[in-house]
């Protein structure tokens, strides 16, 4: 096992390990940027440091890096690369030099996102970018351009090959309403970044070249206009939380089936009413970003309706993962307990979303801690707890062996309850008026002991994610032999040896008629 | 054999038409029974001024108990399903029924159905209030607003200006019409429920309702640099016989330095957008 053999490989089960090295030393990163936020904001004033740039530029970094770095790397490179061919039964990825290819593309990308430590005027322009300020200020806007463009760039040819692999590569007898729900998810995750990561593409390049090259598509002096570039990020970026929701949910799905052995509920509606609508929705809500922004009046009453419109799949795929729960036969390993955190605290986020879709209720909520606190709720935390339910629930597939349960437990715990004091708080003070992107709360000393409690939450949470990724690193190293299907689960990667050889198989795996992943037979 | 899969189909066929019937008619009636409800009590109190920031409270409450409740439900099914499903043996498995394609369409249509009216229900409230935010009464006081790195500059319709402090008669409706010197900037009045960005090139409006003489913050809601937390005023609601007095200060204030022809300078201008205060 040497590193060229890593680095060089077309494995797409190590490449999919390299991808999960990445983003969770990424996620390391980011998280130690958020601590550090949490700890200039424990007090009124300067705390840790007075210059507010440094400040802002952590909060570019963790907003930026946790986004293109950590969550959209670990859903749709990790677990697309390791879960996908298992799951379709394939030996391989339809290109595997060019799955390569965007594994590179990634790390040069967070390098690139890295250097933002080690330059003297690093990015400060917030992980949205929006100009004037970004196309004004002294930080390094090509910084962030090209992180950008770099990801977004290796995520588009991870999608192309995936799509071609689940069209062309799945085992006899795996017929489209057999595939997992992950699979799914993953396939609508990607066919919306091939359509929208160009128009991010577009909008990233633009401020860049205002910037540097004196052109003036932002600059009303000059006849640009800047309002154009949050559409067009928005347009983007919107889709980009289903492309972050869609495989984590599925991650949910796959992790809830199996520990309650029990069949997704309403298959079919989860996977055409679900993931089809969001699909469709996807890119007709951005405008809900920009309802304080300026926008014409009837877009923002139309997308009013398009937006809570949203609520009508991701309601459907609640009711399955409930559903699913119904007469189950449930075991609380780690996996499980943090399938079910997301339940709850997706829950959450998603009601606490309701409002943000009103243009004239965020009217005083925008731009606030209330929108920081949901979509940390609804996106961050929930997406990364599936993603720890995802690694917990496949690391005796892919690493072989066992973790610890009860560190397991503790780290769940401590996250749980972290994150919930931590944004419950946020959008508590968010209602009574405190705007995101501050630096200082000087006009707002009624806050600082919520600011405190939450510093101290975050402490707490942060210690639980630690104790998670060090229980891989020892689990992996140094954990019992675990089996080949642990779980009881009839889904195809847990018929192959763990961890699975090159080639998946030893011989090419087929399906009986009756098999379907959700399949649970007694014994 | 083969026409008794028929039948069976046949029957399903019309199950599955009453059920779609049933719910579609339930749902529309109800999501237009609900808009129609909502949109009621604006038409008939056209008259006199609707405060958005009042209007803010109800709905947000509104919404909020709402969305409660359907937390609550959701979040006790999900305990009771997994208190009551845990697993007893070590080979067991699940035992949930499998659900006929009837049930399957079934459990899909009226969901959405219901989730459906709920939307559109949200949505006619929420745009009864907006109109409320965005049709501003016409007899009202109009002020220019300038944001700038840092500081809220305002210009009253006599040539009047200040920064950093509003300051308006309790009683009137205010409208800001609003630009940018620079970055974008929000200015947010907490207590009034309402922001609006301002940027340059284009011209955006808010509107609100001072009732009573008092201070209100404003604060910046839109990251427009370095010292964005700090971009602060206020908004400062006098009686309308000292917001007379005071205007006419300014006024005189103004005539003098036209008639010395000394370059005018804002009249009052406060403390530049406050600085850190510890070092
Ligand atoms: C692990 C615990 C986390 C803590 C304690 C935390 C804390 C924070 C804080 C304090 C802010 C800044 C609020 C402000 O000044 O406006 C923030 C912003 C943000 N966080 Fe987190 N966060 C965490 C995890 C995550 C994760 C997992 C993601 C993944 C998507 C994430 C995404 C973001 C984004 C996108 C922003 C906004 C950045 C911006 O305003 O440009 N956070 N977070
Ligand atoms: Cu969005
Ligand atoms: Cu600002």
Redesign the pocket.
Known sequence: MNLKEWIFTTDHKRVGILYLIGSLAA?AV??IM??L??AE?STIGPTITANPTNYNVW??T??AV??LG??IPALTGFFANFCIPLMIGAKDVAFPRVNALSVWLFYVGVILALLTFFIPDPPDI???GYPPYSTITTGNTAMYSFTVLILGFASIIGGVNFLTTVAYMRAPGITLNKLNIFVWCTLGAFVLQLIFVPVLGTAVSLISMDKYLGTNFFDPAKGGDVLTYQNLFWFYSHPAVYV?FLPFIGVVFEVLSSHARSAVFNYKMVVYGGIGGIVLLAGEVWVHHLYVSGMADWLRIGQMVTTLMISIPVGLMMISLVGTLYKSSIAFTTPMLYALGVVFLFLIGGLTGIPLAVPSLTLAVSDT?YV?GH??YV???A??FSIFAGIYHWFPKFSGRMYNEFWGKVGFWLTFIG?NV?FWTMMDIGVDGMP???YDYAHFPQFESAHQLMTAG?VV??LG?AIAVLNWIIGAMKGPPAGDNPWGSPSLEWTTVSPPPHGNWPTPPSVAEDWHPYAYKKG | MESKERKGKQGMHKQLVAILRRTSVAAFGFALAASSWAAGPAQSAASKINDPARGWDSLWHEVIVDITIIGILFAVVTAWFMFSSRRTADNQVGASPKLSPASAVGWTVLPIFIFLSIDLYTAANGWVLWNHYRDVPADRLEVKLESGMYSWDYTYPNGVRTQNELIVPAGKPVMLRMTSRDTLHSHYIPDFRVKEDSMPGRVTYLWFHPTKPGEHLVTCAEYCGVMHSYMAGRVIVKSTDEYAAWMKQEETMLAAAATTEAPAVPAKAGAPAAKPKKT
């Open positions: 996620f980011a998280g958020a601590l936020m949490r904001l909060l570019y963790h907003g946790m986004i950590f969550q917030m992980w949205t972050i801690y920081v979509f940390h996106m961050a935390v997406g990364t994150s931590v995101r992107r501050y975050a949470l942060g994610f």
